[in-house]
């Protein structure tokens, strides 16, 4: 498999991803104008629609590109997504509003009641974005992607800018429109781009139960990976406040360029691992796993090295004094990249279609991940909340590594094939395979 005759598709898809680390400085501008507290309590919002949305990914909208490969099923799988997504919706934001209660107390904040009150709006919002977006993945249209969040950060970002200098950036509810105006133009957009591919009917042979039996253990699994990754800053506001769930999070934000440029792979890896287990092109697949953690995995481990030996510091000349208390979380967070490029192995276990497999490990993950978070809460120890994602990550990805290493059976030198691969390029010498 030649990465060249995909590079459209790898271009597209870096640019996309170059969108949230790009959005990503906004929000540490607005960060540096809004009160630390304030953006606390707005981070929980976000946090508590993101979770809801990725439950509701893995249960309704992965199968859109699990089972519509065939293009005579899609109707019939279109519209079991669509019900699943609004039922899966509507039972996770009732969940939630069943703590408000215990929430409330336990935050001590009044504007909690209102992150509360906006949830079920912020999650109407996006929800035609998150349908749209799966079929783009599914037809591998990555120019559609990009636009569709080009659009999603371009409105915020110039309504940022426009509060700032018109002074109408100062409070929670400042922050929110920014936010729900942003969702609401991107889902409009992505409707727009997708409005060919929105077909809907009961024609097909895919039944209920087999787009449950594969979408139940995939929510199940998408919670309990999304939990220690979106949920984690509820449990440190309670802990710590909403100030230091705050900083945590702008940590999280600096912390992003790791995460979109694994998730630039993941867009391309999982499609690509689906159709060749299909047709069971394991050879290929063999190459094109070992591939992805090669070049992932050598330039984060060279990343690490440097930010960790004092390139991190820079951050508050870069960016101003309120990013000191940011440092910490962020050189505690790096660490959770050394298990990213193993990770990447869930989508492959979820192509051969195991995806109780998938639960398993990140049930251990959750468990191993929270009693971190506990301990570093219930020893007063800030500065270490990110410890809980470190451990989450190294877990979940090591587990994910060695079912799919003994599934294909590669060596363990294959994961430093990409130096390899470099070497012959610049020798033309081809490749050798697996």
């Known amino acids: 498999m030649k990465l060249t005759a995909h590079l459209g598709k790898i271009t597209w898809s870096l640019a996309d991803k170059g969108l949230y680390v ?3 400085l906004v929000q540490l501008y607005q960060f540096a104008i809004l009160p630390p507290d304030a953006y606390g309590m707005f981070t929980l919002l976000v946090s508590m629609n993101t979770w809801i949305m990725i439950v509701s990914d893995g249960s309704a909208l992965q199968g859109i590109i699990q089972f519509g490969t065939q293009e005579s099923e899609r109707r019939r799988i279109n519209t079991m ?14 969940l939630l509003w069943a703590f408000l209660g215990p929430l409330s107390r336990l935050y001590d904040d009044d504007r909690f009641a209102t992150v509360a009150a906006m949830l079920p709006l912020y999650c109407l919002l996006t929800m035609p974005r998150m349908f749209c977006l799966k079929i783009f993945y599914r037809d591998l249209r990555i120019r559609d992607l990009f636009i569709t969040d080009a659009v999603w950060f371009g409105v915020r970002t110039i309504m940022t800018f ?3 200098q018109t002074s109408s950036l100062a409070t929670l509810e ?3 429109r920014i936010d729900f105006v942003g969702m609401a133009a991107s889902s409009l957009m992505a409707l727009v781009l997708a409005r060919k591919s929105l077909v809907f009917g009961f024609a097909g042979t895919v039944r209920f139960a087999d787009y449950f039996k594969f979408g139940v253990p995939m929510a199940a699994a998408t919670a309990l990976y999304a939990t220690p990754r979106q949920l984690d800053v509820m449990i440190i506001a309670g802990y710590f406040g909403p100030a230091v769930a705050g900083f945590y999070n702008q940590a999280k934000n600096l912390f992003r360029f790791f995460e979109q440029a694994f998730d630039a792979v993941t867009t391309l890896l999982y499609p690509a691992a689906v159709r060749m287990h299909s047709q069971q092109r394991f050879d290929d697949l063999r ?3 070992t591939k992805a953690i090669s070049v992932t995995l050598l330039p984060t481990v060279f990343a690490i090295i440097v930010l960790e030996l004092g390139g991190s510091d820079l951050i508050p000349t870069l960016l ?3 990013f000191r208390q940011v440092v910490p979380h962020f050189n505690v967070l790096l660490f959770a990249t050394l298990g990213m490029p193993f990770l990447l192995m869930s989508s492959v276990i979820a192509a051969y279609g195991r995806s109780t497999i998938v639960v398993r490990y990140t049930a251990v993950g959750l468990l191993a991940g929270l009693v971190t978070l506990f301990a570093v809460g219930e020893f007063g120890q800030p500065d270490f909340v990110g410890l809980a994602l470190v451990i989450n990550s190294l877990v979940v990805g090591g587990l994910c590594f060695v079912y799919v290493r003994t599934e294909l059976q590669f060596p363990w030198s294959a ?4 130096a390899r691969d470099v070497r012959n390029a610049i020798t033309r010498r081809k490749p050798e395979d697996v």
């Not at 997504?81 to 009732?94: C, D, E, F, K």
């Open 174 to 176: 400042d922050i929110i």
């Open 162 to 164: 426009h509060a700032v």
């Open 287 to 289: 190459i094109l796993v």
């Open 81 to 94: 997504a669509l019900i699943i997504h609004v039922a899966i919706t509507a039972i996770s934001i009732g």
């Open 22 to 24: 790009l959005y990503g």
């Open 415 to 418: 994961m430093f094939r990409a």
């Open 320 to 322: 101003g004094e309120k």
